[in-house]
């Protein structure tokens, strides 16, 4: 038998997946948190007692505000991908909660205020690697650049957080160039 | 009902995706508007996709999704076509 026009059909189903597949968060979130992180690195030099409250604040906030965006951006485009929207959810929790718990150590005097911000950019720097990995690829580079401020903050002294921060948050406008973004309409 | 490819395409989407709307459905399998209204009618009609109207931005968009009958007529129709083209394929 001539299978070749079901192989067909599978190629057609096959690559209408593909393009269904191409899509990454909207670009405002990669503006908003290049802003987050510009501000809270660069208090870290210059305001350090606002850095704690800053991050409370700021984190949390950012990944609702960031949710939020996603969700609107699958409605504007007319995809509805609750799976992938948990898998965001659960990834990004999950690394802040193991900034939570690192924090208890700051807490109770176990670890200096200095080392606690290391240690927190590096959890940070996995998180975002591995979102990377797991969730959008521009992620990795960015967790890459932020291990490498880890390091540069370990050997360099003076304004070194403020410089690491100006540098993440220019990659992340980059990565929010890079890519292809899928246009949608939202008329039925 | 899913031996049409533009079908076929429709319930592969809405298995893979929780909930699509006409106009991504639309682009994404680059049908016209009467062919893909046409398409998903029949599935509807059969059971294996179930829609939903809303107003977004004050515009009226139909969300589509599978159906459970759907997934499973999904999943033996790609068996049979995977056993299809195995069996026609010569062993070496």
């Known amino acids: 038998m001539d299978t070749t026009p079901i192989e067909g059909d599978l190629q057609f189903v096959k690559e209408v997946l593909r393009k269904s597949e191409g899509k990454r968060s909207p670009r405002t979130i990669y503006f908003l948190w290049a802003a987050i992180v510009l501000v809270g690195f660069a208090l870290v030099d210059f305001a350090p007692v606002r850095v704690g409250i800053y991050w409370m604040i700021a984190g949390p906030a950012g990944g609702v505000i960031s949710a939020i965006l996603g969700y609107r951006e699958g409605q504007r485009l007319g995809q509805r991908d609750a799976d992938i929207g948990i898998r965001h959810c659960l990834h990004w929790l999950g690394m802040m909660g193991a900034i939570a718990l690192v924090v208890i150590l700051g807490i109770t005097g176990a670890v200096g205020q200095v080392n606690l911000g290391r240690i927190i950019l590096v959890i940070v720097a996995l998180g975002y690697f591995l979102a990377g990995i797991h969730l959008e690829r521009p992620l990795m580079w960015i967790g890459l650049l932020m291990g490498t401020g880890y390091v540069a903050i370990l050997f360099i002294s003076g304004h070194t957080w403020t410089v690491v921060g100006a540098i993440i948050a220019i990659s992340m406008v980059a990565a929010a160039f890079t890519g292809e973004r899928q246009s949608g309409a939202t008329v039925s | ?92």
Not at chain 2, 12 to 17: G, I, S, T
Not at chain 2, 34 to 41: K, S, V
Not at chain 2, 43 to 68: C, I, M, N, T
Request: charged share 30%; hydrophobic share 35%; with cysteine.
């Open chain 2, 1 to 92: 009902m899913l031996e049409h490819r533009a079908r076929l395409g429709i319930c592969v989407l809405l298995a893979r995706h929780q909930e699509l709307s006409f106009s991504r459905l639309k682009e994404l399998l680059g049908e016209t508007d009467g062919n893909l209204g046409a398409h998903l009618r029949k599935l509807e009609e059969s059971g294996y996709a179930r829609v939903r109207k809303q107003f977004v931005q004050r515009k009226p968009v139909s969300w589509y999704s599978l159906s459970a009958e759907g997934r499973k007529a999904l999943q033996s129709h790609l068996h049979a076509i995977t056993d299809l083209i195995r069996k026609s394929k010569p062993t070496r």
